[in-house]
């Protein structure tokens, strides 16, 4: 068993020990580095599987980015592609849509995409979740070179 961040090898307990909390096996030092970030950002355990699965996909993830005015989950800065894991257990209010919203529209002015993935879909499809996440930022590397 290896830390799928920094290849260490690491014994059982620790893998077990680090999949069971943060759902990927990490060597000690990198689940307490995680661990740190999901204190911080109350960073949702999907969020960092698929950002381990990007990482590992070869789609240089940046995990909890900070946009200037916000902590974005996962960002693929090259493309400018921010990804939010949606949680999904709160009913949306009128005040969360229309912040949503105006949140789309900060993004798009400054030329990010912004995509949303519900926890449970990265959860049980997370391969498929990468796969189409690697062809938005093909889609998005071709409309640039466009550009
Ligand atoms: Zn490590």
């Given at each position: 068993m290896a830390c799928i961040d920094c290849n260490k090898k690491i014994g059982y307990e620790q893998a077990t020990h680090s999949k069971e909390i943060l759902g990927v096996e990490l060597c000690e030092r990198h689940t307490r580095i995680i661990k740190k970030v999901i204190l911080e950002h109350n960073t949702a355990v999907e969020t960092i599987q698929l950002y381990y699965a990007l990482k590992q996909a070869g789609a240089n993830p940046m995990l909890e980015w900070w946009d200037g005015s916000k902590s974005v989950?996962?960002?693929?800065?090259r493309v400018k592609l921010n990804i939010e894991i949606d949680m999904g257990h709160e009913l949306i209010t009128h005040e969360q849509a229309i912040q949503d919203l105006e949140e789309a529209m900060h993004s798009f002015k400054n030329g990010f995409t912004t995509i949303k993935i519900p926890h449970l879909v990265v959860k049980y499809y997370l391969n498929d979740t990468v796969t189409n996440i690697l062809g938005i930022i093909q889609g998005l590397k071709a409309n640039l070179k466009v550009i």
């Amino acid at each position: 068993m290896a830390c799928i961040d920094c290849n260490k090898k690491i014994g059982y307990e620790q893998a077990t020990h680090s999949k069971e909390i943060l759902g990927v096996e990490l060597c000690e030092r990198h689940t307490r580095i995680i661990k740190k970030v999901i204190l911080e950002h109350n960073t949702a355990v999907e969020t960092i599987q698929l950002y381990y699965a990007l990482k590992q996909a070869g789609a240089n993830p940046m995990l909890e980015w900070w946009d200037g005015s916000k902590s974005v989950d996962i960002a693929i800065s090259r493309v400018k592609l921010n990804i939010e894991i949606d949680m999904g257990h709160e009913l949306i209010t009128h005040e969360q849509a229309i912040q949503d919203l105006e949140e789309a529209m900060h993004s798009f002015k400054n030329g990010f995409t912004t995509i949303k993935i519900p926890h449970l879909v990265v959860k049980y499809y997370l391969n498929d979740t990468v796969t189409n996440i690697l062809g938005i930022i093909q889609g998005l590397k071709a409309n640039l070179k466009v550009i």
